[in-house]
């Protein structure tokens, strides 16, 4: 095993074109675990955390751009306002000490199904940017996730940067796990609001063999909210409970030592019903905010 | 390879470095410092939390090579030699240690967050001091008494600078 | 001590420090200074220059014939010293702690997913790992027997074990072994009418599932080759000469030749009872004659220990209109796993302790105790009463619903007290304030309903579940009993080894016991009794080691009991003999004088130790027993069995989402009676984590096995509870003295651990209204899916 620290993008993108199986590792979470309990040997492991570029985000165009290596923790403190439904995500991540190492470019690179962040991007319209010595890319988290532990990183790439539009309303997260911290999600769900394009993002995670939106959910809710959004009246519970059932048909959830597919259906319908709930909640606050 | 980082203020070097080796298996078998403890490996119990850089990190999923020209505290660390941090004093005064094998970990995590919280001026209520050490598995105290400790050492370090 | 020790709502008022360090003080911990600043060396800290890490090749199958196994190509690894398999093992081939039925390293047959087959030394653990996987053993894989009681069912077929297996010297009890087949023990307990009949009946079926210690030190040692052909381990340990007697067996070696030390213990809960890499870093240490260190990997350790045994439970009890219970019936079984351990004597606790602390005129019990293809185990805190408390009280609140009686006062109107006959006919002969216990729960407030919305306070925490919607608060109640030490017979001891000297003017008091300090705080314990014993502050602890006498283990609640006991001997003997040297120097009556502070006092004389003692040591060694107690009858289960009880109750405050099925524990509040509190904070202590692990069981904790698989070794999937996950704690802790003990005490660390997981059940189920037969309580169990 070798072990390369580059000190500039340049430098890492041409390690990985040279050696395509490099494993990249940033805070380790994923891949030092694997390391430790003999389940991974790389020819190498390229250590991105020297990288300036991967450790900053700012602003562009209105949109935030996240670098890859940006920790979770500093996602809560610094961008809790910007991206609230990726730093309530964030906040359920591991314990403060993985919050101080992982990034949300490792949970996008392993691309597990239960990664914590996935149902935020999702629900977010994230893109994901990847480059190579060949140039640089933006994939739509949507189409970034091609199978279990699978996306469609090229095994020249790495991944750059996240890009997020800030909200133009509402955002929440939920995540459901058998302990009241530090516990991997038998199911995840993420919601956001977008009222200035009249529509809603959803989020699915730990509840299929990819993260996944619930389209049809999407949709139906979008359609509900049509009449709503300007008088920002009362949701019909029957909305909210309908929406609760599209989401969870989405899903298609196994079976496994953390949870019973049955349960997973259950609790994404129940989640999504109780998020979209707090969220045209507030929604509502807004407007008697602003009224 | 070689590895060159400053541990607890003096300068480390170890040789013939295995490349999977963890920042805690270094740490604990080639600069004699096993006071970080290995309980898990996998980032799940923070009995290896060190400062890396100033911030709490599990050493075990910190790659060796990663902690090269950086700064590593451990429990070794935390005071004087022949003196007790205030936070050690409290573990010890409020009976917060029977095994020990998380205490290390937590003092960490502990001198942590009560320094972020002396530089606000404040001392943490309990939700966050439960939130703060989350992360930090103990299998004999039931954490009741840990939490006496973390509150002692957090009034009796109220009035100090960072 | 009768008042709360302390209340949840914030940090006691003050924490005083050792104080004088006597007994009933909250003296400071010996090692305390050591793991605060991270220098006590832990089993896995252990170093020398130029020692070799060994490492375990484990069965991938739980069930299947070993064909061949070829080490070569994991000889022909550069830095690879030695590679080991069963030819190797020069003595016994088993060992076990009742039965010598577990192989050292696996021959010809693997019983369980995860048995040792191979053992590589190497310069670099990861060396020695990359050499291990390129051992090759071809298996040929059987099916496993996964079901405890269909393995009972067939007693002939498809048998985990074909011979049956001698019962070792260190069995603890005359158990009653099936020759061959799956049974491990049967124990019977008839008292009054098998038939007897009752107005109000209520049966159940409960089901726990298997738990792990989770102790946060691994399996670690370190063996040291010496010169006489023996070795030296160091080792993280519960009981030092029951180890000893293993590796002196499968090593073919006397016991003069292999010495043990105790290493730094983090955490043990019984999972350190069962020898683990003691004889494996043993024979690799000899085979190189090198040092050899071992030191399990998380995954390791849940294969390299036993775990609480699952049970299945059946249940019917019988009571009067008015609540007054007339009968219980029970069949308990219990997985044992591959290989016996200690399950005799589990059986043996659950069947007598199982119907609880209650007065029951007419009592049938079943308890059974199977061989299968599952993970072995053995003993955790509770052994077996942990199990049965679970249907018990889940019975109790069933019946208490039929008669639509208070719970509360249907366990006390039923509760043991002083004098009560046990099922097993004893006469429980000391204090037995059970209904006292749980009068003091009820009367305690109750926490406030949940305030303003904070995450971290409701069920799910900051995952952002719920925001109040679903959530119903229960209450529920339990009580444990336990067996306090070894019973059935078992020849129960513990040695200490006391000396007196002056050292650099200072009398000096050197404690040598081979008693495991596993962080309960035993240690301090054996200072207090000297401190106290002897008037002198200065109280030494010699490290723990094979070099004095057999402490007994550390488990069933006995240590500070039966080496206490042993501590409190040897000091009163040495006292003896200062007393007569100093009546000897003064002329005065030795029943005149008397030792305080350092020196020898009577009415007007105050002689320092200093010059009696001059550069003389007085030194005492005893061997220290609590009263013998007897073998149950076979056919009955009758018979005096057990030689003390230790009685604690839980009352729980669960918030349970009842949507989602998440929980949070809100409040715990625990009553015991300690007899005597000789360190009050120690004792506390042990309450909180008592109780936390109860929780753990109840709402989390599970080895996933199926087809003999274990599903979850690890940290990330076998959840035990954080910091969030238990909450603050209301503890009221009683002083009984119990008349035949060392003054007065009473074994505390298992009892929480029992009343804590059945109070939390029964909390969510007063919450949901559901049965919940079946532990740890899931999701999926509170919302049917």
New interface residues.
Partial sequence: MEFLQPATWAEALEAKAASRDAVPVAGGTDVMVAVNFGRLRPSLLLDLTRVPELQQWDTEDGVVRLGAGVPYARVITELGDRLPGLAMAARTIGSPQIRNRGTVGGNLATASPAGDAHPALLAADAEVEVASVRGTRRIPVTGFYTGVKRSALADDELIAAIRIRPPSGPQQYSKIGTRNAMVIAVAAFGLALHPDRRAVGTGIGSAAPTPRRAPEAEEFLAGELDGLWDSRGELPASTATRFGELVSAAAAPIDDVRGTARYRVHALSVMARRTLTWAWADYRKEATTCA | MRLTCTVNGTEQQVDDVWEGESLLYVLRERMGLPGSKNACEQGECGSCTVYLDGLPVCACLVAAGQAEGREVGTVEGLAAPGELHPVQQAFLDAGAVQCGFCTPGLLVATDDLLARARAEGRTPADAEIREALAGNLCRCTGYEKILDAVRLAADRTAGDAR | MSAPT?TPS???AH???PGSGRVGD?A??P???L????????G??L?MDDMLWGVTLRSPHPYARIRSVDVGPALAVPGVHAVLTSDDVPGSKTYGLELADQPVLAVDVVRYQGEPVALVAAD?P?TA?RAA?RIVVDYEVWEPVTDAREALGHPTWNQVHETEAPVTELSRESAHLHPQGNLVRHLKVRKGDPHATADVVVTGEYEVGMQD??????ESGLAVPAEDGGVELHVATQWLHVDQRQVCAALGLPPERVRLTLA??????GGREDLSMHVHACLLALRTGKPVKM?Y???ESFFGHVHRHPATMRYEHGATRDGDLVYVRAQIHLDGGAYASSTPAVVGNAGTMGIGPYVVPNVHVDCYGAYTNNPPCGAMRGFGSVQTAFAYEAQMDALAAELGMDPVELRCRNAMEQGSPTPTGQVVDSPAPVAELLRRLAAMPLPEPPGTL?L??V?????????G??VRRGVGYAVAYKNVAFSEGFDDHSTARVRLEVVGGEPTVTVHTAAAE????LVTVEQQIARTELGVDRVVIHPKDTDVGSAGSTSASRQTYVTGGAVKAACEAVRARVLERAAGLTGRPVGDLRLFDGTVVAEGLELPLAEVLGDDAVEETLEWRHRPTQALDPETGQGFAHVQYAFSAHRAVVDVDT????L?VVEMACTQDVGKAINP??V??Q???????GLGLA??EEV?VRDGRV??P????Y????????P??RIEVLEYADPHAPYGLRGVGEAPNISSGPAVLAAIRQATGLPLTRVPV???HI?G?
């Fill in positions: 302390r914030g940090a006691p924490l005083t420090g909250d400071a911990r090692d305390g200074v793991k605060v600043r991270g220098e006590f060396a832990y896995s800290d170093w670099h990861e790992r996987a210690q989770a102790f946060l030190g691994p730094g213990v983090g955490g043990a809960f030191s990997n998380r995954e904070d971290r306070e069920p799910g925490g900051v995952s952002n579940t719920t925001h919607e679903g596993v962080g309960q705080g949507e989602l099925g998440l949070k904070q120690a506390v202590g309450i909180q984590g008592g109780t936390a692990q709402v989390m996933l599903q979850n690890s940290f990330t999937d959840l035990i509870p954080t910091v969030l996950d238990v603050p704690m899931r999701p999926e919302t899916t």
